[in-house]
């Protein structure tokens, strides 16, 4: 494919747009496992260039004029196709579509859950009891607390101390200035700190005209070697000492500490808060609904109880059942995340801020579509809208799963052909069409964001 100035624009568009995009959408129950379909193995890739092949053999000869605005919506367009369909494939049992089994936790403010059954380690249980009597945390160093508009009164000059880890040793040096505060010296420590990405983050903590300075490990749990994750000295450092005594780095001490937990009454511990249960369960415990300084089983039991938001036994104590739902209730949980990523994918292309000459065949296709469907989705809850998003309201126990299994096959070929060549739904004029006696494939034909997509991907 001959590089033009449409395509360093494309590529250029692409790159900034998505080169290094960490999916940000707002679903994030199946970000995870949306993200293992990103990948392609080589068969894959191969069927991939053949159907582009396979395409251009009848595809006539179009004339564009790709405007910038233009090159960012067919690229949007299919990168948005491609999102939800990784939003199906994890929704789906190798190739039964939308027959994933989902988790539930009794307890969401304890811990939420996550299934993912290629994980499991030989045979796994439909439910569990967890119970938690200790959170994962990270070592935490506090200063003393000093008046925030109080002059320093180190003198001028040039400062420095370590921050010694299991790893690495660490010098960080700074200036003292005439005039500086106790405020203006923790703020200055807390940014060299936070900029130098030692595995250690900082922040000034404000009460009452008082201010602290709070170091805190990005490890969490008991060390895996030495008895800290991080030490604070200024005995060996370059430039002058007497920071870490000032300010009292290492006054208070918080220390790490694993989770400690129980499946069905077996005590366990994790360096974290997120761990798995028979592998299949990804379990992530939530210490930010819970006072800080609780870390016995009592704390948890008395704030838990005491949580009258958290519905059935376990607001009683910290105590969850965690298990699977059943099939249908599974489906019905399938169902709605999808139609949630459908309207995030529709939203996304069409939208007040895209220009109707942009959207008006895409948006003309996927009513045409819908029209065709919308009798059976009727009967799983579904309803179409007038914008062509959809509506879900969960009803009776799904016994018969053909149709929107059926439906969501369709939903996957229609995404597919917008994600080969989503200049499809751009404007523009046929110029000649294929001698029908003699085709020349050209895989790159189609489009020069088929092409150069296509290429990102290997």
Known sequence: MSVTMNTLQALDQYMTTYGSLDNNNSNRKHNKRSSRFAMHDSSELQ??????????????????????????????LKESANSLKQTIDSLSNEDDLFSMKSAYSDNEALA?????PDDADGEVPADFMLEVENFASPQVNTSKYMKSNQPVTLNPGNYSFDIL?????????????????NSDLQKKLSRLINNSD?????????????????????????????????????????????????LGLNKTIKEATNAIYSINGNEESSYSNTFN???????????????????????????????????????QNAVTRIGLYPDAESLA???????????????????????????????KDLHKFLDLHSYNLEKYGIVVNEDATL????????????????????????????SLDPMEYIDRRICAYPNPNASYPNPYMTSIYTGMLYNSYM
């Open 47 to 76: 069927n991939l260039y053949s159907t582009i092949q396979w395409k251009n053999r009848f595809t006539p000869l179009y004339l564009t004029e790709p405007t910038p605005r233009s090159i960012a919506y067919a690229i949007h």
């Open 165 to 181: 880890t299991n790893k690495l040793h660490y010098e960080l040096q700074f200036n003292v200035h005439e005039g500086d505060t």
């Open 391 to 418: 509506d879900y309201q969960k009803g009776d126990e799904i016994t018969d799963t053909a149709a929107i299994k059926g439906f969501g096959t369709q939903v996957l070929r229609k995404l597919s052909a917008i």
């Open 277 to 315: 249960v028979h592998g299949a369960y990804h379990v992530t415990l939530h210490p930010e609904n819970f006072a800080a300084d609780m870390t016995t089983s009592d704390q948890l039991k008395a704030r838990a109880a005491a949580m009258t938001n958290v519905r059935g036994p376990a607001a």
């Open 333 to 363: 949980n399938n169902i709605e995340t999808f139609v949630e990523g459908y309207n995030r994918f529709m939203n996304g292309v069409i939208n007040d801020e895209t220009e109707e000459s942009l959207t008006k065949l895409l948006s």
């Open 112 to 116: 939420s859950v996550e299934y993912e």
């Open 198 to 246: 030692i595995g250690v983050s900082a922040r000034v903590v404000e009460t009452r005209g008082l201010s602290a300075l709070e170091v805190t490990s990005d490890a969490y749990g008991l060390p895996v070697q030495g008895e800290r994750h991080f030490t604070i000295t200024d005995e060996n450092t370059t430039y002058r000492d007497g920071v870490v005594d000032y």
